[in-house]
């Protein structure tokens, strides 16, 4: 109720607004393009545009270039605003010159069919998920990988490639869906952080001071009161928390790497041209690569190279990491 009658003002309030600066364009016919509305507009995008250009959207990744559209889909802004054409016909994406993660990547073509329908399509999943407005980030924060697929296929001895998760790999720690899980175990995932109403830009993307989303995307502490204290209270949401919920996570992989490299013989794993790569004390590569040891590389790389250290879903985290060192050692982490 309370709800329907600041919305009645809000509106009461845009109508007011609207009329004043309608009046105030037709004082000034004749003068196109300087009526305050427009200028207002104007203003907005050299906002959002100085937030944009702190963010690394604004480089494509060098590695990516001139690779055609298999990167380019997710690496370059034309790439990604026109990926449905390039991906479903034989027209050629070979760009003269790389294009960052720019307004038309998010706001034209297939960026701004996500932003309308909500909807991304994941290769981990049947259903399309759901992210509302933060479906744009996921067509591209995904580990580019089917983990069901991969262990069934190293399963029975015939993966061709150790293939590992693309280092974007958010939305599959935060669905609780991505990981390489071995069937008949049960995980543990956390709901909360993975289903609200729009995914990644409820954190990311806060409402700066004057009402604009921020497109620095990134998730300050400054922003903890409407980004996090929705659902935790403020004394929780302090970085210090993140951080030993952070560091927990970061001695859990250390241990699940330590199990990979005794169980393998290998001194470091590396991965180049798509593949996990082990290297022996003398630099020579490991082979033989068993079935369990290529699982638990797989979601030590993967909660690894995603960055949040856990946060984004704490629970499946610990759980991914937990059965992956069982059923590599037959312990308990
Ligand atoms: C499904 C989307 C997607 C596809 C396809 C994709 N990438 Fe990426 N890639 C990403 C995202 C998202 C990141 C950023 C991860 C981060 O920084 O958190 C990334 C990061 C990278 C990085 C690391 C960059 C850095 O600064 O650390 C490299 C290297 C890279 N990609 C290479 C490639 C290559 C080569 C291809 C094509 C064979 C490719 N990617 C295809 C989404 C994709
Ligand atoms: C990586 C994706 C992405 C990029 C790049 C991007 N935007 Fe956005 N933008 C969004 C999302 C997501 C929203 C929020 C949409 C919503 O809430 O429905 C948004 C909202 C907006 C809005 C609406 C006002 C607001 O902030 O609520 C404007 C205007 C806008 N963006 C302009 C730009 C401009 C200009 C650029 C380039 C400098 C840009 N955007 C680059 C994803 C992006
Ligand atoms: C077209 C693909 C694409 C889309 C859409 C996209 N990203 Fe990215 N994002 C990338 C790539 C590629 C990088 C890495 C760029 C680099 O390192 O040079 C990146 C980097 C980032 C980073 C910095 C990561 C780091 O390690 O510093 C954050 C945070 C991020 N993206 C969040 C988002 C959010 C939130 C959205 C949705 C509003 C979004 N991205 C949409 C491709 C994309
Ligand atoms: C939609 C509600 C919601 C929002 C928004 C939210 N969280 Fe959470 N978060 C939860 C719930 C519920 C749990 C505990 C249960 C679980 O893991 O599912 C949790 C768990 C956590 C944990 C793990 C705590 C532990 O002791 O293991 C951390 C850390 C965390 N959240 C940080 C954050 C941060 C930082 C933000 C903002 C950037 C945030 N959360 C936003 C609901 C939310
Ligand atoms: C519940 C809030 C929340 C949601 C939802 C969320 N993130 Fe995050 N994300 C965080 C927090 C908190 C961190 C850790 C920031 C830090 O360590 O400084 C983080 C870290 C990251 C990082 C690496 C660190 C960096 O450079 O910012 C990337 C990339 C990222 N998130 C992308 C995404 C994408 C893409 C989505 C949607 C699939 C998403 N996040 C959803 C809260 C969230």
């Given at each position: 109720?309370?709800?329907?009658?600041?919305?009645?003002?809000?509106?009461?309030?845009?109508?007011?607004?609207?009329?004043?600066?309608?009046?105030?364009?037709?004082?000034?016919?004749?003068?196109?393009?300087?009526?305050?509305?427009?200028?207002?507009?104007?203003?907005?995008?050299?906002?959002?545009?100085?937030?944009?250009?702190?963010?690394?959207?604004?480089?494509?990744?060098?590695?990516?270039e001139?690779?055609?559209?298999?990167?380019?889909?997710?690496?370059?802004?034309?790439?990604?605003?026109?990926?449905?054409?390039?991906?479903?016909?034989?027209?050629?994406?070979?760009p003269a010159h790389q294009t960052?993660?720019?307004?038309?990547?998010?706001?034209?073509?297939?960026?701004?069919?996500?932003?309308?329908?909500?909807?991304?399509?994941?290769?981990?999943?049947?259903?399309?998920?759901?992210?509302?407005?933060?479906?744009?980030?996921?067509?591209?924060?995904?580990?580019?990988?089917?983990?069901?697929?991969?262990?069934?296929?190293?399963?029975?001895?015939?993966?061709?490639?150790?293939?590992?998760?693309?280092?974007?790999?958010?939305?599959?720690?935060?669905?609780?869906?991505?990981?390489?899980?071995?069937?008949?175990?049960?995980?543990?995932?956390?709901?909360?952080?993975?289903?609200?109403?729009?995914?990644?830009?409820?954190?990311?993307?806060?409402?700066?001071?004057?009402?604009?989303?921020?497109?620095?995307?990134?998730?300050?502490?400054?922003?903890?009161?409407?980004?996090?204290?929705?659902?935790?209270?403020?004394?929780?949401?302090?970085?210090?928390?993140?951080?030993?919920?952070?560091?927990?996570?970061?001695?859990?992989?250390?241990?699940?790497?330590?199990?990979?490299?005794?169980?393998?013989?290998?001194?470091?794993?590396?991965?180049?041209?798509?593949?996990?790569?082990?290297?022996?004390?003398?630099?020579?590569?490991?082979?033989?690569?068993?079935?369990?040891?290529?699982?638990?590389?797989?979601?030590?790389?993967?909660?690894?190279?995603?960055?949040?250290?856990?946060?984004?879903?704490?629970?499946?985290?610990?759980?991914?990491?937990?059965?992956?060192?069982?059923?590599?050692?037959?312990?308990?982490?």
């Amino acid at each position: 109720m309370k709800r329907k009658i600041y919305l009645v003002i809000f509106l009461a309030l845009a109508v007011l607004l609207f009329v004043g600066c309608s009046d105030n364009g037709g004082s000034n016919e004749g003068t196109a393009g300087e009526s305050p509305g427009e200028m207002l507009t104007l203003d907005l995008i050299a906002k959002i545009s100085d937030e944009w250009k702190s963010s690394p959207h604004q480089y494509g990744v060098k590695a990516t270039e001139g690779r055609g559209i298999s990167c380019g889909q997710c690496h370059d802004g034309v790439g990604f605003a026109d990926r449905e054409v390039y991906v479903n016909t034989d027209v050629d994406f070979a760009p003269a010159h790389q294009t960052g993660i720019d307004c038309q990547a998010c706001h034209s073509g297939f960026g701004k069919k996500l932003l309308d329908t909500g909807l991304a399509e994941l290769p981990f999943m049947d259903e399309p998920f759901k992210g509302g407005s933060g479906a744009v980030c996921v067509a591209c924060h995904n580990g580019n990988a089917n983990p069901a697929e991969l262990f069934a296929q190293s399963k029975a001895g015939e993966l061709k490639r150790l293939s590992y998760p693309h280092y974007g790999a958010n939305v599959d720690l935060l669905s609780g869906k991505g990981g390489m899980e071995i069937p008949g175990v049960e995980y543990i995932a956390s709901i909360a952080h993975g289903t609200t109403e729009n995914s990644c830009v409820t954190c990311h993307m806060p409402t700066t001071a004057d009402g604009h989303k921020n497109h620095t995307f990134e998730v300050k502490p400054e922003d903890f009161d409407q980004t996090c204290g929705t659902c935790h209270d403020k004394a929780f949401t302090k970085m210090t928390t993140l951080g030993g919920v952070q560091n927990e996570i970061k001695s859990y992989l250390n241990k699940l790497e330590q199990a990979i490299l005794e169980a393998t013989g290998a001194e470091r794993i590396d991965h180049a041209g798509g593949v996990f790569v082990y290297y022996d004390r003398d630099g020579n590569e490991v082979t033989g690569i068993s079935h369990e040891a290529y699982v638990a590389t797989y979601n030590w790389q993967l909660v690894h190279v995603e960055g949040s250290y856990g946060i984004h879903n704490p629970l499946y985290a610990k759980s991914l990491i937990r059965e992956s060192y069982k059923y590599l050692t037959g312990n308990e982490l």
